[in-house]
């Protein structure tokens, strides 16, 4: 029989909610080890290619568990949109899909839960936060705003913009200079829009 990994090669990973065979890869364990840890019972498989041990410490925000771990099944993914206005708290649908950024040339197998977007710009806006423990790479408020006009329609643009202006954290506030930048980036003229709702 062929020789298998001990676990605790990647016993550091066992303690997070999830972790990807690229995470296991990385501390020298084949996906084929992976395999044989689930088929015996050491860990659980979650999704394509995202695993948890048994004992693992679930998200402590259990709301956007299923989006962390379809972060982690799309490779190098943002997440954008109505998911990103969701987690801003700057809409009121909830998504039926995981709205999820990939580079336009990059190649994804899709899923039911999980609604791809293809952009040429990922980097603008892109940065991370922490979701249940859980580190989570997403397009900023202001990003995500600009994007709601540019792919979502005015409608649901407005409202989030209105929201957004509306906030009293200062952590949450928009940044009306760096908006601006954004859309000038991404070729869309917002000064309209802004005009009507800060007027």
Not at 147 to 163: S, T
């Amino acid at each position: 029989m062929k020789h298998r990994a001990p676990i605790h090669q990647i016993a550091t990973l066992l303690t997070a909610p999830t972790f990807t065979a690229r995470d296991a890869a990385r501390l020298g364990v084949p996906a084929a080890n992976i395999a044989y840890y689930v088929k015996r019972g050491d860990l659980e498989r979650v999704a394509h290619g995202v695993y948890r041990a048994p004992t693992a410490p679930s998200s402590t925000d259990f709301r956007w568990e299923d989006l962390v771990t379809a972060t982690r099944v799309v490779k190098d993914g943002v997440v954008c949109l109505i998911s990103a206005l969701a987690l801003y708290e700057l809409t009121e649908e909830i998504p039926r899909q995981h709205w999820i950024a990939i580079r336009s040339t990059t190649r994804h197998r899709g899923g039911p839960m999980i609604r791809v977007v293809r952009m040429c710009n990922l980097t603008l806006g892109k940065t991370q936060i922490d979701v249940g423990g859980m580190p989570l790479t997403i397009f900023d408020r202001e990003r995500t705003i600009v994007d709601a006009f540019r792919r979502l329609g005015p409608e649901v643009a407005i409202k989030a913009l209105r929201a957004a202006l509306a906030a009293k954290d200062k952590k949450s506030r928009l940044d009306l200079l760096k908006l601006r930048i954004y859309a000038r980036e991404l070729r869309f003229y917002i000064d309209p829009y802004l005009l009507a709702v800060t007027t």
